[in-house]
């Protein structure tokens, strides 16, 4: 069982590694057979590739994290953490634009894109992000024009 | 299923009416079968006598929630708040304290009790919450002296 204070300083780690760009340093931070679901209701995935591909598309758009105060719980397991995310455009943007989630902008190339989301993060004994939830919806992402962010 | 805008609204009604004391008015936003754990980690309970009970002590204790911006999900589901919530050390205190969660005050009687929570519900097709899940840990409660709040 992994104490309070490792868990939530596991939670903005994952936000710092992200923001650095350490693809594989934020990889470390998980579980190989970690399961997640970004935003919750897109179906879990499995496995560090998929988790690679998925935090590698955001780390692409030079994502940046903004993250508030974490919170633990006392099941020994958990820990959450509210984020706003501002990322280019391009590369995510098209793809959520094909399943309704945003309405693409005039200049995909120097559109940003700005979620709000809490991330939950279950933590296994070994001191490994073991399952990952990310909470947003659709009125929860902006895309902002040029200039906007 | 409940668009994000009412799920959002039902998570930040549900602070309003507990800071107006409305037990009532806050069993309304709450399916009869409601599950909830607040904390998680403490063990889910049931039904409308045990939320009553449950926010009843909070109100008895004059709680006040300061909450931030509600996130949704995409699963027709869930919202998440973050919440500041202060309340009086008594009722509830001597409780947490005696599991450890709380040192007890030199002034129980004045003393004030602030914890930081994520709050997740869950809104089914009537429109109510059916499950409530609050993340906090121990690390997230801090007993206040008076004039402290």
Same mark, same amino acid.
């Given at each position: 069982?992994? =104490? &309070? !204070?490792? #868990?939530? %300083?596991?939670? +903005?780690?994952?936000?710092? $590694? *992200?923001?650095?760009?350490?693809?594989?340093?934020?990889?470390?931070?998980? =579980? &190989? !057979?970690? #399961?997640? %679901?970004?935003? +919750?209701?897109?179906?879990? $995935? *499995?496995?560090?590739?998929?988790?690679?591909?998925?935090?590698?598309?955001?780390?692409?758009?030079?994502?940046? %994290?903004?993250?508030?105060?974490?919170?633990?719980?006392?099941?020994?397991?958990?820990?959450?953490?509210?984020?706003?995310?501002?990322?280019?455009?391009?590369?995510?943007?098209?793809?959520?634009?094909?399943?309704?989630?945003?309405?693409?902008?005039?200049?995909?190339?120097?559109?940003?894109?700005?979620?709000?989301?809490?991330?939950?993060?279950?933590?296994?004994?070994?001191?490994?992000?073991?399952?990952?939830?990310?909470?947003?919806?659709?009125?929860?992402?902006?895309?902002?024009?040029?200039?906007?962010?």
């Amino acid at each position: 069982m992994v =104490d &309070e !204070a490792t #868990r939530k %300083e596991l939670a +903005v780690e994952h936000c710092r $590694r *992200v923001n650095e760009g350490d693809l594989d340093g934020l990889l470390k931070l998980y =579980d &190989e !057979a970690v #399961r997640f %679901e970004d935003p +919750v209701g897109s179906g879990w $995935r *499995v496995g560090h590739a998929a988790f690679r591909a998925h935090a590698g598309a955001a780390v692409a758009g030079r994502v940046h %994290e903004d993250y508030g105060e974490p919170v633990a719980s006392q099941d020994g397991l958990h820990a959450a953490v509210p984020v706003t995310a501002t990322m280019d455009y391009l590369p995510n943007g098209p793809f959520l634009a094909q399943y309704g989630v945003v309405q693409p902008p005039v200049d995909p190339a120097r559109a940003r894109m700005r979620v709000r989301y809490v991330m939950v993060v279950k933590v296994g004994p070994s001191g490994l992000i073991e399952e990952m939830r990310a909470f947003w919806g659709r009125s929860d992402i902006t895309v902002l024009a040029p200039g906007q962010d």
